[in-house]
């Protein structure tokens, strides 16, 4: 069973930048697929950022050359450093760990899916404000 906590969420003008962190612990040498996802009221939940095990990245369009998803193996820990932000980024941001990832015969890859089905660890959340 892998435990997620996350940090850094609060408030912010539009325009600034925020991390966020994301502490792993218990069984991380299962985690093959990491991702941050982010609700917002009376919205439903929206991929962000996807990690895989080799730590290629993959990002959802509306976040795209604003955020950046990375991860420190030594301290397990995954980070999303957030610019640019805007007041639409206002939600709750969630971090997801899972083992699930698939292969591609094609190029002979893993890669992961931007599925929340597929991650079976959660963090709490941190919330994130953005003001105009």
């Known amino acids: 069973e892998v435990e997620l906590v996350e940090f850094g969420g609060g408030p912010v003008q539009s325009g600034g930048s925020l991390r966020l962190s994301c502490a792993a612990s218990?069984?991380?040498?299962?985690?093959?697929?990491m991702g941050w996802f982010r609700q917002a009221p009376g919205k439903e939940r929206e991929w962000v950022a996807l990690?895989?095990?080799?730590?290629?990245?993959n990002y959802a369009i509306s976040v795209k050359g604003r955020f950046a998803t990375s991860r420190d193996n030594a301290k397990n820990t995954l980070y999303l450093q957030m610019n640019s932000l805007k007041p639409e980024d206002t939600a709750m941001y969630y971090c997801?760990?899972?083992?699930?990832?698939?292969?591609?015969?094609?190029?002979?890859?893993?890669?992961?899916?931007?599925?929340?089905?597929?991650?079976?660890?959660w963090g709490q959340g941190t919330q994130v404000t953005v003001s105009s």
């Open positions: 997801a760990a899972g083992s699930k990832e698939y292969y591609s015969d094609d190029s002979g890859i893993y890669y992961c899916v931007a599925n929340p089905s597929d991650f079976s660890s």
């Open positions: 990690l895989d095990r080799s730590s290629n990245t």
């Open positions: 218990g069984d991380t040498a299962s985690i093959r697929c």
